[in-house]
């Protein structure tokens, strides 16, 4: 069973950056897809970024691209989400999502492709 845990949430100012980390215990790291997803109060979750199993490709979300970088560290089973030129339309609570994959090279942009989620961590961007 695949245990997400995210960190490095917090409050920054429009224009900051912030690194989010999820760190995967319990399950078999190199065979996962990763995903990372943002969700507002009242509004659906929504995909911001994605990287295959070994890092070989990623997505990103229209509203991210160029500003957010994703990136796993397969030695550490952890997955990165940097954010640069954040923005308060950005603020939302993050989530890591995972999923198995038997495609090396596949990402995945719906929420409903992943079957392992973290409990969120809370970023505010302050205008």
């Known amino acids: 069973q695949m245990q997400l845990v995210e960190s490095g949430g917090g409050l920054v100012q429009a224009g900051g950056s912030l690194r989010l980390s999820c760190a995967a215990s319990?399950?078999?790291?190199?065979?996962?897809?990763m995903g990372w997803f943002r969700q507002t109060p009242g509004q659906e979750r929504e995909f911001v970024a994605a990287?295959?199993?070994?890092?070989?490709?990623?997505g990103y979300a229209d509203s991210v691209k160029g500003r957010f970088t994703i990136s796993r560290d397969n030695a550490k089973n952890t997955v990165y989400l940097q954010m640069n030129s954040l923005k308060p339309e950005d603020t939302a609570r993050y989530y890591c999502?995972?999923?198995?994959?038997?495609?090396?090279?596949?990402?995945?942009?719906?929420?409903?492709?992943?079957?392992?989620w973290g409990q969120g961590t809370q970023v505010t961007v302050s205008a």
């Open positions: 999502a995972a999923r198995t994959d038997s495609w090396t090279n596949n990402y995945y942009t719906r929420s409903g492709d992943y079957a392992y």
């Open positions: 319990g399950g078999t790291w190199s065979t996962y897809a």
């Open positions: 990287v295959s199993r070994i890092a070989r490709n990623t």
